[in-house]
Nanobody, 128 residues
Framework: QVQLVESGGGSVQAGGSLRLSCAAS????????MGWFRQAPGKEREGIAA???????DYADSVKGRFTISQDNAKNTLYLLMNDLKPEDTAMYYC??????????????????????WGQGTQVTVSS
């Protein structure tokens, strides 16, 4: 059974940076999809960055150019580097995975019902 544990959230001023980490325990075999979702108070959970086992990556338009998803296979850890943070980035951030992943990376990112495994979340707060 795969488990995901996020860390790295916190409070930062607008324009600042944070790096989130997602440590995965258990076996995640190709084909897989992994990514980051976020949920602000009163809003639906949305996908913001995702990658699959073949290296394909996709981002939500709202974070493109500011956020970077990466992975360290040796450490079984997924990262999200967030630069130029804005107050509207304030949300609970969740790591997500699906294995086997039989949908395209764009579907995984935009259809949260395609996610099979969720982490517990880490809070990011950006002040103006």
């Amino acid at each position: 059974q795969v488990q995901l544990v996020e860390s790295g959230g916190g409070s930062v001023q607008a324009g600042g940076s944070l790096r989130l980490s997602c440590a995965a325990s258990g076996v995640i075999s190709t084909p897989y999809c992994m990514g980051w979702f976020r949920q602000a108070p009163g809003k639906e959970r949305e996908g913001i960055a995702a990658k699959n086992g073949w290296g394909l990556i996709d981002y939500a338009d709202s974070v493109k150019g500011r956020f970077t998803i990466s992975q360290d296979n040796a450490k079984n850890t997924l990262y999200l580097l967030m630069n130029d943070l804005k107050p509207e980035d304030t949300a609970m951030y969740y790591c997500a995975a699906t294995t086997p992943c039989l949908v395209g990376i764009g579907v995984f990112l935009r259809a949260r019902e395609s996610v099979r495994i969720w982490g517990q979340g880490t809070q990011v707060t950006v002040s103006s």
